[in-house]
């Protein structure tokens, strides 16, 4: 397992590692400005499939953070990936936003209700009973059941709201299926995140802030992980785990690299 030192590439949690309530978190923008600066390939990893690239890269630059939208690799881009990987030009039916019908159609996907090769389940806030319906019957039809992330619940400013997992929970009761989730903890978003940035897992970093889906699913890629201490995990969180992180810091601060200053004296 590499050093932190030995760290060429950078994978890192949106929400609870780099911003919290849009406010950025102590050291966040340091951090991003170091590895642009220096040249270090990163991406911005978000289970969120609501939002586009561009909208999410425009989030962060209202909380202060400068990251460009190629450097954001959301479970609707991780999916959409996934699917083209399986079918090439394939079709399907979602329930869904603009972040993962955006990132389908870009990956040559069609759009349809009449017999799609998949039923693609991402974040939405406006679930419909007949979409839910819809999806249901194409699925007993024969369609692939896919969920770009498993989270049951989401934040907003009133408390938690229901999410895609729990979406995909009542397909699952109606169907019998279980969908295929390809966002985190399936370390395939990691591999697939990567691959974009021709990252090799022996070299790569993953900073998070959930011991369930960000390291345990950087383990299970082989990355070097790293929790932070800003977003919802506590010591008492840690230890009902049976793996532990690489390292755990108090906040994202505690990765900037200050620079040795050499003295010119023999």
Partial sequence: MARRDEIECWLTDMDGVLVHENEALPGASELLQQWTDSGTPFLVLTNNS????????????SSGLNVPEDRIWTSALATADFLQSQMPGGTAFVIGEAGITTALHEAGFIMTETAPDYVVVGETRNYSFEAITKAIRLILGGARFIATNPDATGPSKDG?????????????????????VVGKPNPMMFRSAMNKIGAHSENTGMI????????VAGIEAGLHTILVMTGISDEAEINRYPFRPDEIVAGVHELLVTELIESDEL
């Fill in 50 to 61: 609501i939002f586009t690239p561009r909208d999410l890269s425009a989030r962060l630059r």
């Fill in 160 to 180: 938690p709201m229901p999410a895609t997992g729990a979406i995909a929970a009542l397909i699952t009761k109606a169907t019998g299926m279980e969908p295929y």
């Fill in 208 to 215: 998070g802030d959930r011991m369930d889906t960000d390291i």
